[in-house]
């Protein structure tokens, strides 16, 4: 064997080992790549089961309801391309086909669940950044239109104010209840702020109304009770009684 074909066949030698090299990381890559996709997806899947098992019946539409399944549809369909042979990835995506070619008459049984606590509201709006995650993310893998996206989008922030707006009025009222005008005062007066400062206030204006009216009856209230009664005697009111008619404006300095 001349000198040329051991130098060729040791370049040879180096360049399958080089080969076989490339192909072992590439096999890595990949398998890298599927464990990461598999972990997000069924994160995804998590997220979207979440959602649709706890969202407050009263939030909950028959269109939010089909839109959280055709999500979940599609998560369920890209990890069966991962595992082709899972059976129950497969009994899974033939339920949620026969739920969205129901499309808007799909059932909802969602219980409602009152916001009445602070807790409670912010569990509800990490449901709604979670929901806003999904949709964004469905967007970006090109399963949900740009348009549609952005109207889900806008959905959510609707139902947000929904949210406050349910909140600061059952706040208000639980107070009104327990004898607290002047909480419920305040619960209505950060309602009312609240829709106030929104993009499009007219599209509340019904509700601005009702905790309008409702911030008036407690302020109401509020001011009855700090009224003295008439047959109140204490040393302010006997005060009053023998003050002269010079000191008039002493007694709407109090009362103010």
């Not at 990890?79 to 969205?100: F, G, H, M």
């Not at 949210?163 to 007066?189: K, T, W």
Request: overall charge neutral; hydrophobic content about 40%; some cysteine.
């Amino acid at each position: 064997m001349t000198p040329l074909m051991i130098t060729l066949l040791v370049i040879a030698g180096i360049v399958i080992l080089i080969a076989i090299g490339y192909m072992n990381h590439v096999v890595e890559n990949n398998k890298l790549e599927k464990n990461r996709t598999r972990i997000e997806l069924n994160d995804r899947l998590r997220r979207c089961g979440e959602i649709t098992e706890t969202f407050p019946g009263q939030l909950m539409t028959p269109r939010l309801k089909l839109l959280l399944t055709r999500l979940e549809l599609n998560v369920n369909q890209r990890l069966l391309n991962l595992d082709k042979s899972n059976a129950s990835l497969k009994a899974r995506i033939t339920e949620l086909n026969a739920l969205v070619a129901q499309g808007e008459s799909i059932t909802v049984n969602n219980p409602p669940g009152p916001i009445q606590t602070e807790a409670k509201a912010k569990d509800v709006r990490f449901l709604l950044e979670a929901l806003h995650g999904q949709v964004t993310r469905a967007a970006q893998d090109g399963f949900l239109p740009t348009n549609e996206a952005k109207h889900w989008i806008k959905e959510i922030r609707h139902i947000l104010v929904l949210l406050h707006i349910e909140f600061f009025n059952n706040l208000g009222q639980h107070a009104l209840q327990q004898g607290q005008p002047g909480q419920a005062r305040l619960a209505f007066e950060r309602g009312v702020q609240y829709l106030r400062k929104q993009p499009e206030p007219v599209v509340y204006s019904q509700q601005l109304q009702l905790l309008e009216k409702q911030l008036a009856r407690a302020n109401s209230m509020v001011l009855t009770n700090l009224e003295p009664a008439e047959d109140e005697v204490n040393e302010l009111t006997e005060g009053l009684k023998v003050a002269d008619a010079d000191a008039d404006w002493k007694k709407k300095a109090i009362y103010d």
